[in-house]
């Protein structure tokens, strides 16, 4: 059995309290799979929400034709659902590079093999059903109880896994919103004023946590919290696979929708207004509310076009990786009974 070694900066409780606020709020790594259940269905009430989100999609797409949606479906080709497939396992894969970091970080020293396979089962559930920071934790704290990682060290690993995700699409969105041409931003609904305001400010954080974990190594303290950060390395390791990561997922729609439709880097900037739109509502996958808000910065896009990439992305990064991610925990479950 692998064997934890935490670093300096990780081995007391007390040099890292929002990890251990955050562990605590976990529930017990011997918790039933029913019990788990219970609690994730409870995180079901926020799809109220999708009322409003519900309304904007009505607007957009109640006169569209199921044919026309079969038609752009039938448009894909082999190569584009194959690459769509092949785009969704490279962003898993890429947050599976970043659970290893995490976890070393935390002093936790894992195998590849248990990291990648516990990191997408993780992700892959707490993508659909909302709450991410909280589901991904107890999927991990359940999973990586045989390895003895503990609860401490699965909260800093998860909440180090939310900062990649976080400080990657701020850097994934400035850059492109930055470096976009006009003429490509003119296929989306974002002014280049603001454009190039959004973008500069994105990257104006991403700076700063940047400096602020080389500058400041003793951990910061705020509004009664204080969190240990982690090293320039690591930082930047959170910066370039988490923007990686972003980047392909946001390709899965790109892909999908007709040649010319909007330029890539016009696109990533609209797609991470909308992922955060969609975190933002609380609602589970941003389901209706990432649609929405994307559709509503793409108005040139054909709608039908739209509709069947949305399609396309929610089956290949959320429904089909959590079908498998499902499987994979009860078959788990009953070989641990």
């Not at 002093?107 to 909302?130: D, E, Q, Y």
């Not at 498998?324 to 641990?336: N, P, S, Y």
């Amino acid at each position: 059995m692998p064997t934890s070694h935490p670093p300096p900066h990780a081995q007391t409780s007390a040099d890292h309290p929002l990890e251990d606020e955050f562990a605590q709020a976990l529930p017990d790594r011997r918790t039933t799979l029913p019990a788990l259940i219970r609690r994730w269905a409870l995180r079901l009430i926020p799809v109220i929400l999708l009322g409003a989100a519900g309304y904007v999609l009505w607007r957009d797409y109640h006169d569209l034709a199921f044919a026309d949606v079969a038609a752009e479906v039938r448009r894909w080709g082999h190569r584009a659902i194959l690459g769509a497939l092949a785009l969704s396992a490279v962003s898993f894969l890429l947050m599976g590079v970043v659970e290893k970091v995490g976890l070393r970080w935390m002093g936790a020293r894992l195998p590849w093999g248990p990291t990648l396979a516990t990191a997408f089962i993780a992700n892959a559930i707490a993508h659909s059903l909302g709450a991410n920071l909280l589901v991904s934790g107890a999927v991990r704290a359940r999973l990586y109880d045989r390895y003895g990682v503990g609860l401490t060290q699965v909260a800093g690993a998860t909440l180090f896994q939310g900062f990649s995700f976080a400080v990657g699409i701020a850097t994934l969105a400035g850059v492109g919103l930055l470096i976009a041409t006009p003429q490509a931003l003119a296929a989306s609904a974002i002014a280049t004023p603001v454009a190039r305001t959004t973008g500069t400010v994105l990257l104006a954080g991403v700076v700063t946590y940047l400096l602020t974990c080389a500058l400041h190594r003793s951990p910061l303290h705020a509004f009664g919290r204080t969190l240990a950060l982690p090293s320039p390395g690591k930082a930047l390791v959170q910066l370039s696979v988490g923007a990686a990561d972003n980047a392909t997922a946001a390709a899965i729609i790109w892909i999908l929708l007709p040649p010319g439709t909007v330029d890539y880097l016009a696109f990533v900037g609209a797609y991470a207004i909308a992922c955060v739109a969609g975190l933002v509502s609380t609602v589970p996958a941003g389901a209706g509310v990432f649609e929405g808000t994307l559709s509503a910065l793409l108005p040139r896009a054909p709608a039908a076009s739209l509709a069947a990439a949305f399609l396309g992305y929610r089956l290949a990064y959320f429904l089909l990786p959590l079908a498998i991610a499902l499987m994979a925990l009860v078959g788990d479950t009953l070989r641990r009974r």
